[in-house]
Each structure stands twice: as C-alpha cells, then as structure tokens.
C-alpha cells in the first residue's frame, strides 16, 4: 500500500489519468477476452463464461429475493403511524429539513408538484424549507416566471419557500446537480444564522430531484430515525426512488428499463452494507458542513458525497434506509425516439458514475482511518458496478456462442458442444428472479385510472423485450461513458428533459 500511496502523491495527474482509464480497460477487456481467447485458450474462455453465468445466477436471484422483502417493508411503512413515533420525542418540534431542489428548466408545472407533496407531509410543512435551486443560465425570463408563480401557490405554507439562482461562471465549477446543491446549501447557511430558532444541529438536508414526489410519509420517517439515533450526524437517509410517475405515458422498450430498475433500487434497501445514497437522499446539517459539503467540480454528486463523507469520517458514516416510495419521473419527451434519446442520455450520465472510481480507489488507499474490511467491501462493490455495468450483456447474450463459433476445432470437443447447453440451462434458472421482478413491479406501480385492458393483461410480457433493452440502455451507454473517460473525452451535464 506504502508504494501506492507514494506513487498517488508523487504523480497525481499521472495516477488520476490511469484510475480514469481503468474502468474502461476493465470492461473492454473482459468483453473482448471471448473473442480472441477462443482462438488462444478456449477451455479458459468456457470456464470464464460458465463462471460469469453462475455469478449472475447469485446476483440476480438474490437482488430478487431482496426487492421482494423490500416491497413488504415499504407497504408496511405507508400505512405506519410515523407521526405518532416522532410525537414521543418532546424536541420534534425543533428539527427541520432544508430540501434543496436543484433545476435547470424544469416546467414549473413540475416543481409545483414536488413542492406540492412536501406541503402534504404528515410532518407539518412549517419545518420544512424548501429550496428551489434555479440555474441563471436557464434565463432570467424563465426563472422569475416559475419562482413568481410558485411563490403564489405556496406562499406562507412552509418555514421558508427559498429560491437560488446560481451563477454558471464560477472559476473551477462543473455545471451540474453538485455544484448547485453547494450553492443551494451555502444560502441556506445564510439562513440559519438569520433564523434564531432554526439549531444548525437539529437540521437535516436534502437534495432532491426537481421531479420527485416524496410520500407523505417521507419527512416523519427522517424525523423519527433522526431522533432516535445517538449516531445521527454518520448517517445519510435514503428512499426508494421509483420511476413511476409517468411510467404509463412512456414507450414499451424505455418502459420497462424503469420498471427494471425501479425494482433493482428497492431490492438495494435491504443491503446497508452496500448501499449508497441515490438521486434524493437526506443527511445531517451537521455532517454536510463538516465534510465541506457538495464538490462543484464534478457531475456525479450523490456517490462523491458519500465517499467524502465516508473517509472524512474515519468510516463512520452509512446510508441507512427509509422504506418509503419516492416516485420519480422516468426520462420521457415528445415522441418515440426523442423519449428513446432522453433516457440513452440518462443512462450514459449515470454509467459516468464511473468517473468518479479515480477518487474513490485514490482515497481508499490514502485513508489509515476507516476500518480495512469495510471500506474494501464497500469499494469493491462500487467498482464491481461500474466495471460490469457494459460488460453484463455481451458475456450473458453473446459468450456462449462465441468459443464454438469462433474456434471450430473447440467446438468438436466436449465441452465445445456442451458449453452452450450448460450456459443456458444456468441463465434459464436466474429467469425466476424475472419472476419476481415482474410481480414487484406489478404490486408497486400506482393503478393509472383509464389504462386499457390490453395493456393491463400484457403487461408482464413487455419483459419480453429485456435483450433489446439491456443492449441499448445498459451496454451501449456504458460502453459510452467508459470510452469517454479512457479518452478523456469528459461529458458535460445534460438535465433529464422533462415534458
């Protein structure tokens, strides 16, 4: 470890470029390794793929599993009293949440609906402060005619109603979700010391999607868990965020990449040793201004965050989960292959998570604090996602195929013939946790009033289309995001459309 961390400190652009380009040599290693192995060393090819397939068997049957249990504990917290919790504590009165909404050019019809579902909470809206987070590029026009008719409908119902608009030419900032949080949380820092009975300590903040509908009992829940935890300021909040509010509006094939991954987010809950806080999450006051809040000069905030916070604090600091629905909008815009476009372009924007393994596995080996098994399981599983985001679908679609059809002379043995055949015989096993996706997805979507019959009856055969859709809205926009990274081609952040 000692010669990596003086090889980090010694060449620090040097050693930046080589992790950036990591991911991407993982992956395309590992997707091309069937190719020219079959011509090399085909019998190693045929234990890899069997290897891969296995390993996906585990995965998926248990990311099923746990999305199941997942579903019951959130149904069970819909309908739970939280409020009658959170009146035990005689300080209720005295934690609020700042909910910072960073936006770009969100309709205001949007906003007004996220504001809408904080001013519905359990929790009284009176110790909520909501943070509209324009973008000043977004056009002056644009954004006095949102905040004018927001601060119509929802004036005098919170704590504060407060709007931001933050600058886009700050020297060193990245556009994007962190760098506008930052300055969202920097206003409300003015804020706090205005407001007498607002205590920094007895704060909590959100960053949240400009889409998202929280449920009503979002806000009682973080109360309750953040009264009853001596360890408040090490923890970070999350829900599950769902992509169903316009699931129904949206075309079969991007339909069900977000009822998919609708199902994978919830299954994340039951898995605190790994999980990590998520488009709309929520953390201590306290432990944002210690860690030095969001980093302006990044796109991906929500992983950095928790990273920064992780090793700031020794390792101290978890995700813990809230097992409430937050509904999200799935990306959509007008007509089919726009919509198509908007959720590539999302996807690709989450696969540059990967961007930030640089410093992730920089500050894994620098950091003597936190405890060695943990931060390497929880490092080890990050890195896991990101290096196997593109490389899923070819070993799973393609990698039985390849040693046979490439190498005739493989193909006449054994296990040449046989490989294929045990391939599928694994890979037809995992379609249980399909199964089980399925009947998720069907139990957690709201019931859309007008959907006709035949979309109710086909619903569970437009998974059908799992192949197609695991290709261009898994494998391609991974693919993309890695190669940009090893060429150092660095995207710039593209807001979600919204319609």
């Not at 069970?76 to 909404?101: C, L, N």
């Not at 987070?133 to 704590?159: H, Y």
Request: with cysteine.
């Amino acid at each position: 470890m000692f010669i990596f961390r003086w090889l980090i400190r010694r060449y620090p652009n040097v050693s930046q470029r080589c992790l950036e380009i990591l991911p991407g040599f993982v992956s395309w290693s590992m997707i091309l390794f069937p190719v020219w192995g079959s011509f090399l060393v085909p019998l190693a090819v045929a234990y890899y793929i069997i290897a891969f397939d296995v390993y996906w068997l585990y995965r998926s049957i248990t990311l099923a599993g746990l999305a199941l249990l997942s579903h019951f504990r959130i149904r069970a917290s819909e309908t739970y009293d939280w409020m009658g919790d959170v009146s035990g504590f005689a300080d209720w009165k005295k934690v609020f949440h700042a909910v910072i909404i960073p936006n770009y050019q969100e309709p205001g019809g949007t906003l007004a609906r996220t504001l809408r579902s904080l001013a519905n909470q359990t929790l009284p809206a009176k110790q909520i402060i909501p943070v509209i987070a324009f973008e000043q590029r977004a056009g002056e026009e644009l954004n006095r005619k949102r905040e004018m008719a927001l601060r119509a409908e929802f004036a005098g119902i919170f704590a504060k109603l407060m709007f931001t608009y933050h600058p886009g030419d700050i020297p060193g900032e990245v556009a994007g979700k962190s760098a506008n949080s930052a300055w969202g949380a920097r206003k409300v820092a003015i804020e706090i010391e205005r407001h007498k009975n607002w205590n920094p300590e007895m704060m909590t903040v959100s960053s949240a999607d400009a889409d998202v509908v929280f449920h009503p009992n979002h806000f009682a829940a973080v109360t309750f868990k953040f009264l009853d935890n001596p360890a408040r300021y090490r923890r970070i909040w999350q829900g599950a965020v769902v992509f169903y509010n316009n699931i129904e509006k949206i075309a079969w094939p991007m339909r069900v990449y977000n009822r998919v991954a609708s199902v994978v987010y919830m299954g994340l809950l039951m898995r605190p040793d790994r999980l990590i806080n998520f488009s709309t999450y929520t953390l201590s006051w306290h432990l944002l201004s210690e860690v030095g809040s969001w980093d302006t000069d990044v796109i991906p905030e929500d992983y950095r965050l928790f990273f920064k916070a992780y090793f700031a604090t020794g390792g101290e600091v978890e995700v813990e989960p809230i097992f409430l629905p937050i509904m999200a909008d799935a990306a959509e815009s007008i007509g089919f292959w726009k919509t198509f476009v908007n959720t590539y372009e999302q996807v690709k924007r989450w696969a540059w998570g990967a961007s930030d393994d640089a410093y992730i596995i920089k500050q894994y080996i620098l950091d003597d604090r936190a405890p060695f098994l943990d931060k390497t399981i929880r490092v080890f599983k990050v890195l896991e996602d990101h290096f196997l985001w593109p490389v899923n679908w070819f070993i799973l679609t393609l990698g039985a195929t390849l040693p046979p059809l490439i190498n005739e002379n493989f193909g006449r043995t054994v296990i040449g013939k046989t490989l294929p055949q045990v391939s599928s015989v694994i890979l037809t096993a995992s379609m249980v946790s399909l199964l089980v996706v399925i009947f998720v997805d069907w139990r957690s979507k709201p019931k859309v009033v007008g959907l006709s019959v035949w979309r109710r009856v086909f619903s569970p055969f437009e998974f059908i289309l799992l192949p197609v859709v695991g290709f261009f809205f898994s494998a391609l926009p991974g693919l993309d995001a890695h190669a940009r990274l090893m060429m150092g081609r660095y995207i710039e952040y593209r807001t979600t459309e919204k319609v």
